[in-house]
């Protein structure tokens, strides 16, 4: 049971280049999130979906797109990167449903600077 | 809407002090609380959890948390600091229904000094 996996580990884009975060869960959790760490503001979430084919926006979503189309993996796509998208990324997932715990399991985190 | 503020960016104490970090939120309904601990170059792990039920809970690594509702608080504690404790702490709140969102605090970096 690997838990929540994230890759790349480290990446540096220049700005305009695309690339996509991955991230998968190996524990059939329905409940997935991203969000990004900045200095002195917590962690703060772009997007995050509830089940395969279900997403939905958080709190700072411009510039990032997203999709579910299985249980196990949510990627997460820069289509144009900028600057200001320097930040360290999380991936987490959890469960629902009667008995969940509501605790959401990290990933180890991607850290991205855009050049 | 909920929101969680964590007073102190920074604090310091002293091998085997008393650690108090401070967690105040703000929810329109009954909230789920959680804090997150954050080593050095690592993802975030649960302390421990609020939903329910008994006010003080208990954590991992003698950590615990008491739900407050008059002052809306939810401080973490623990009687004797070790080395391993110094990390990054989150203090969060349940977005409420549904997708199970958490909005955190902006983290309190914990040092102990020998």
């Known amino acids: 049971n690997a838990g929540v996996t994230q890759t790349p580990k480290f990446q540096v884009l220049k700005t305009g280049q695309s690339m996509t975060l991955q991230c998968a869960q190996d524990?059939?959790?329905?409940?997935m999130s991203w969000y990004r760490q900045d200095p002195g503001m917590g962690l703060r979430l772009i997007h995050y979906s509830v089940g395969a084919g279900i997403t939905d926006q958080g709190e700072v979503p411009n510039g990032y797109n997203v999709s579910r189309s299985t249980t196990e993996d949510f990627p997460l796509r820069l289509l144009s990167a900028a600057p200001s998208q320097t930040s360290v990324y999380f991936c987490?997932?959890?469960?629902?449903?009667?008995?969940?715990?509501?605790?959401?399991?990290f990933g180890p985190g991607t850290r991205l600077t855009v050049l | 809407a909920q929101s969680v503020t964590q007073l102190g960016s920074h604090v310091s104490v002293s091998e085997g002090a008393l650690v108090l970090l401070r967690c105040n939120y703000s929810s329109s309904v009954p909230p789920y609380l959680f804090w997150y601990v954050q080593y050095p170059n690592q993802g975030l792990q649960l302390l421990l959890k609020?939903?329910?039920?008994?006010?003080l809970v208990k954590g991992i690594n003698g950590f615990e948390a008491e739900f407050k509702k008059s002052e809306t608080s939810f401080h973490l504690t623990k009687p004797s600091a070790h080395m391993s404790d110094a990390a990054e702490y989150f203090c969060a709140v349940r977005v409420i229904q549904g997708a199970q969102k958490l909005v955190f605090g902006q983290g309190t970096r914990l040092t102990i000094n020998p």
């Open positions: 987490a997932s959890s469960s629902r449903g009667a008995g969940s715990t509501d605790t959401q399991y």
């Open positions: 524990m059939n959790h329905e409940y």
């Open positions: 609020y939903t329910t039920g008994a006010t």
